[in-house]
T-cell receptor, first 107, second 115 residues
Framework: TQLLEQSPQFLSIQEGENLTVYCNSS?????LQWYRQEPGEGPVLLVT?????EVKKLKRLTFQFGDARKDSSLHITAAQPGDTGLYLC???????FGTGTRLQVFP | DAGVTQSPTHLIKTRGQHVTLRCSPI?????VSWYQQVLGQGPQFIFQ???????GRGNFPDRFSARQFPNYSSELNVNALLLGDSALYLC??????????????FGPGTRLTVL
């Protein structure tokens, strides 16, 4: 069974801090997606990364796909309370989600 | 345009009962997938349907079944409910089989509690 392990599992920080969330697997993926899920809602797609080594930026969020396409990271600069939520990586074609990272940003 | 809709929003059942959850995809989307999300964890894939045919199944027991109707809406059925079936059940729709070229859009989910 392919697994996507995310770390950390929980993250509680103050507004303005930087953070990085990791998504790791022993398998190679053709592409990987990152989602954010807020309470009472379904996950919402943030980005898809396809090429090994690819870096994509979405405002204060930076996503990177590992060179070997087995891992990915999400870096948030100057976190804001609106960033609070459950962050999930997903192997696009396998419909497998990661274990999730719950982020809480306090004002 | 309406997004993915699911009904009911919340449901309470007792062990051994049966439940049916419903999903209406975005207009024009022909694929529906179902996921189970236990509190605090990532969603786990249950089924994918495309053009009314099952095109993928996750590691769930036969108590779980689903179908897709001619209008592309879908039902997820769970028989002989167990306490461990308590979870948020998410439905996602996509234009065709979910993948890089076909983004999945998720509904708000149905919260099932089994007592």
């Amino acid at each position: 069974t392919q697994l996507l392990e995310q770390s950390p599992q929980f993250l509680s920080i103050q507004e303005g801090e930087n953070l990085t969330v990791y998504c790791n697997s022993s398998s190679v993926f053709s592409s990987l997606q990152w989602y954010r899920q807020e309470p009472g809602e379904g996950p919402v797609l943030l980005v898809t990364v396809v090429t090994g080594g690819e870096v994509k930026k979405l405002k204060r969020l930076t996503f990177q796909f590992g060179d070997a396409r087995k891992d990915s990271s999400l870096h948030i600069t100057a976190a804001q309370p609106g960033d609070t939520g459950l962050y999930l990586c997903k192997a696009t074609d396998k419909l497998i989600f990661g274990t999730g990272t719950r982020l809480q940003v306090f004002p | 345009d309406a997004g993915v809709t699911q009904s009911p929003t919340h449901l309470i059942k007792t062990r051994g009962q049966h439940v049916t959850l419903r999903c209406s995809p975005i207009s024009g989307h022909k694929s529906v997938s179902w996921y189970q999300q236990v509190l605090g964890q990532g969603p786990q894939f249950i089924f994918q349907y495309y053009e009314k045919e099952e095109r993928g199944r996750g590691n769930f027991p036969d108590r779980f079944s689903a179908r897709q109707f001619p209008n592309y809406s879908s039902e997820l059925n769970v028989n002989a409910l167990l306490l461990g079936d308590s979870a948020l059940y998410l439905c996602a729709s996509s234009l065709a089989l979910a993948g890089f070229y076909n983004e999945q859009f998720f509904g708000p989910g149905t919260r099932l509690t089994v007592l």
